[in-house]
């Protein structure tokens, strides 16, 4: 078959792929520093290794990209090519990230998922908005899950039972 990503498309892929220390995650980082939040990256023995763990909170926080995830908005678009391909592998992820919630959840971490069209993209909310939202799930120990997403209509919450917060 034809690959007929170009190579923008596939770098951009590639970058979902890899996962980790994407642009997104670093801008919020550098942010809840700079406010003083301290966490540890990528903890490995947790479930899901999120992407920053809050021990004096019991918080940890997942940066999602909306390809790699399968966020129905507006970053989110079906490759040209292999979409097979692409949808089983993105379902897999989805139903991951499900297990990982909820197993996290149950060993008593609270968990907020900050999805990439927050922080980036035409429908994303200004960044002293998120991270006021980030630092309110953080200090105020009371959800147990709550995800951060873009302004778009509609959109889907890709994960249920927990608060979702639009931001406008
Ligand atoms: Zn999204």
Redesign the pocket.
């Known amino acids: 078959m034809a690959d007929v990503l170009t190579r923008e498309q596939r770098r951009h892929n590639m970058q979902r792929v890899r996962g980790r220390n994407t642009k997104p995650e670093m801008l919020l980082r550098r942010g809840l520093h700079a406010r003083g939040f301290r966490y540890r990256l990528h903890r490995r023995g947790l479930p899901g290794r999120p992407d920053l763990v809050f021990p004096k909170h019991h918080a940890v926080i997942f940066v ?1 990209g ?1 390809f790699w995830h399968g ?6 678009k079906w490759p040209a090519t292999r979409q097979e391909f692409w949808s089983e592998k993105i379902e897999r992820n989805r139903a991951r990230d499900r297990r990982v919630i909820e197993a996290l959840k149950e060993s008593g971490w609270r968990v907020l998922v900050v ?4 922080l980036r993209g035409p429908k994303r909310s200004p960044f002293d908005e998120i991270l006021e939202d980030v630092a309110t799930f953080l200090t105020g120990r009371q959800e147990s899950f709550q995800e951060l ?2 302004a778009s209509e509609p ?1 889907r919450a890709a994960f249920r039972g927990g608060a979702a917060i639009r931001r406008g």
């Open positions: 999602h909306c966020h129905d908005c507006p970053l989110f999805w990439e069209c927050a997403f873009c959109i």
